[in-house]
């Protein structure tokens, strides 16, 4: 089992930042990727950032150049550093740890993140 602890949202003004912090503990020797989805209301949930074990990254496009994900693997944590924050990235965001032997993937609390214009 794999336990997550989200921690870092809030409330925020259009162009401002936040930081994101999930810290992973358990059995975490197999976990290939972690990573954060969002969910806004009336919206799909959509997959924000996501780093594996190689240190590969992805973002969904809108994020793009105003989001950075990283790992420090000595503290079992990822991190979102969020910047040029918009009112479209409201969401409650949910930090995910994958494995894919077997597949299993394991989600944090959620932590709300809203931006006010």
């Known amino acids: 089992q794999v336990q997550l602890v989200e921690s870092g949202g809030g409330l925020v003004q259009a162009g401002g930042s936040l930081r994101l912090s999930c810290a992973a503990s358990?059995?975490?020797?197999?976990?290939?990727?972690m990573g954060w989805y969002r969910q806004a209301p009336g919206k799909q949930r959509e997959l924000v950032a996501g780093?594996?074990?190689?240190?590969?990254?992805n973002y969904v496009d809108s994020v793009k150049g105003r989001f950075t994900i990283s790992r420090d693997n000595a503290k079992n944590t990822v991190y979102l550093e969020m910047n040029s924050l918009k009112p479209e990235d409201t969401a409650v965001y949910y930090c995910?740890?994958?494995?894919?032997?077997?597949?299993?993937?394991?989600w944090g609390q959620g932590t709300q993140v809203t931006v006010s214009s």
């Open positions: 995910y740890a994958f494995r894919n032997r077997p597949t299993v993937t394991y």
């Open positions: 780093i594996t074990s190689g240190g590969s990254t």
């Open positions: 358990g059995s975490i020797f197999s976990i290939n990727a």
